[in-house]
């Protein structure tokens, strides 16, 4: 079946890091992919999403390419800052089921 | 807009009782709303996908008969745990997605439960 996988946090970063959490998937067809993140203590947010080959999703510096060849969808960001620190799930919609699957989640910490 | 609660946000019952958690859509309409459930360090698990009007749609080794969903409205669902047992103890995350917007799902902030 489909499924995420994600890089194990935690991530500890001092602030204005160069921040990659690695995100790949397997899917049937042609799947769109998102990044969520969770902040303390609040529900999910949509960061960004992509929903076709080499679209790039973008939001707040953060950013990440959809690549089919390597079945991948990191997540960067060029200088991370402390309110950054929060927990960064990947996933993917397929088949046009509406049905979200998610990665483990990478808590990145950001220290200043 | 697109916000999505989520009440009660922490909820404590004894072994044996049932707990109801209610997902509100407070500005758009939620044809399908999501239940999921989130263990401590670890991804959500889709427990159930409902549609208005009609009856929720469990995914495998999901109990139906223990995780009761109700999707009475464009605006609200809700999830009864019956009988609840310490096992139960999670949190529970609601997310309605907007007529139309099948791949947007907006989350509630979540409901702890503590089974005792």
């Known amino acids: 079946g489909d499924s995420v996988t994600q890089m194990e946090g935690p991530v500890t970063l001092s602030e204005e890091a160069f921040l990659t959490i690695n995100c790949t998937y397997t899917?049937?067809?042609?799947?769109?992919l998102f990044w969520y993140v969770q902040y303390p203590g609040e529900g999910l947010q949509l960061l960004l999403k992509?929903?076709?080959?080499?679209d790039k999703g973008s939001n707040k510096g953060f950013e990440a390419t959809y690549r089919k060849e390597t079945t991948s969808f990191h997540l960067e960001k060029g200088s991370v800052q402390v309110s950054d620190s929060a927990v960064y799930f990947c996933?993917?919609?397929?088949?046009?089921?509406?049905?979200?699957?998610f990665g483990a989640g990478t808590r990145l910490a950001v220290h200043p | 807009g697109a916000v999505v609660s989520q009440h009660p946000s922490r909820v404590i019952c004894k072994s044996g009782t049932s707990v109801k958690i209610e997902c509100r859509s407070l500005?758009?309409?939620?044809?399908?709303m999501f239940w999921y459930r989130q263990f401590p360090k670890q991804s959500l698990m889709l427990m159930a996908t409902?549609?208005?009007?009609?009856?929720?749609?469990?995914e495998q080794g999901v109990e139906k008969d223990k995780f009761l969903i109700n999707h009475a409205s464009l605006t609200l669902s809700t999830l009864t745990v019956t009988s609840a047992h310490p096992e139960d103890s999670s949190f529970y995350i609601c997310?309605?997605?907007?007529?139309?917007?099948?791949?947007?799902?907006?989350f509630g902030p979540g409901t702890r439960l503590l089974v005792l």
């Open positions: 997310s309605a997605s907007p007529r139309g917007l099948y791949e947007t799902q907006y």
């Open positions: 899917a049937t067809g042609y799947p769109s």
């Open positions: 992509a929903t076709k080959a080499d």
């Open positions: 996933a993917l919609v397929s088949g046009g089921y509406n049905k979200l699957i």
């Open positions: 500005d758009f309409q939620a044809t399908t």
């Open positions: 409902s549609n208005e009007g009609s009856k929720a749609t469990y």
